[in-house]
């Protein structure tokens, strides 16, 4: 468990919130027991959102969140909405991306099915987020522990969820044989799969990603910890 010191320090710079916490030396995230975390107001590149989404995920972690005044969140973006982020995350009840990245109302568009796959109208959404608002950053985030994942390894069949299910099973390796293993692998393996799966069938997003105004990136949560691991 992380302890916080009574100690933060906030600084304004330039338009940039950066937040220093002084944690337990048990974290991590570190070997001094320093966190550096920061929330940048705009965010102009993808790699700046890819910052924004890590430091987001130490806050959480932390047990610090500053995105946190909804009132005002909700005031500030009824008349328009500038997400820099796209997320395509699973539906799991344990993983909600804007509390895990501690991003608020309006800083990040997500988009959840089982097994946090892709389908026409996963890629349209996409397609909208960057083309038309300008989102920088689409991050396709798989989890540990994922009921979808299981269903597919043990190739359930129920209803609508028998096809969904179907597109997982090319991620399952067939030289695992520890079931935790398996389903980690699978899970790591479908983010893979995902993201080659959205770049070869939207020209929209992979045109973007070729002139570098948008960034794509795997993702995978810790449903025991809460930590963000990032693939780029």
């Known amino acids: 468990m992380i302890k916080r010191k009574k100690t933060v320090n906030i600084l304004l710079l330039i338009g940039t919130f950066s937040t220093t916490l002084i944690v337990g030396q048990n ?35 932390a047990n610090a969140p500053i995105n946190t005044n909804f009132k005002g969140q909700i005031e500030a973006t009824k008349g328009n ?14 993983i909600p991306p804007e509390i895990i990245f501690d991003q608020g109302i309006g800083n990040v568009f997500v ?3 089982a097994g946090n796959i892709q389908d026409p109208n996963i890629l349209g959404s996409m397609e909208f987020a960057t083309k038309v608002i300008g989102s920088k950053l689409i991050v396709v985030m798989g989890h540990n522990r994922c009921g979808a994942i299981r269903g597919a390894i043990e190739n359930v069949q129920l209803g609508n969820l028998t096809q969904l299910v179907n597109q997982i099973k090319p991620s399952i390796p ?29 020209q929209v997003i992979k045109g973007l990603i070729a002139e570098g105004k948008v960034k794509i990136v795997g993702a995978f949560y810790d449903v025991t910890s809460g930590k963000v691991t990032f693939y780029e």
């Open 27 to 61: 974290n991590n995230n570190t070997q001094s027991g320093r966190i550096e975390v920061k929330e940048q107001k705009t965010i102009r590149t993808p790699e700046e959102a890819v910052e924004e989404l890590k430091n987001g995920n130490l806050r959480f972690l």
């Open 81 to 94: 909405q500038a997400p820099h982020s796209i997320i395509l995350s699973c539906i799991d009840s344990r």
């Open 111 to 113: 988009a959840r099915v």
């Open 174 to 202: 067939i030289d695992a044989v520890d079931a935790d293993s398996k389903s980690t692998r699978t899970a790591l393996q479908n983010v893979k799969l995902t993201i080659s799966s959205i770049m070869n069938n939207s």
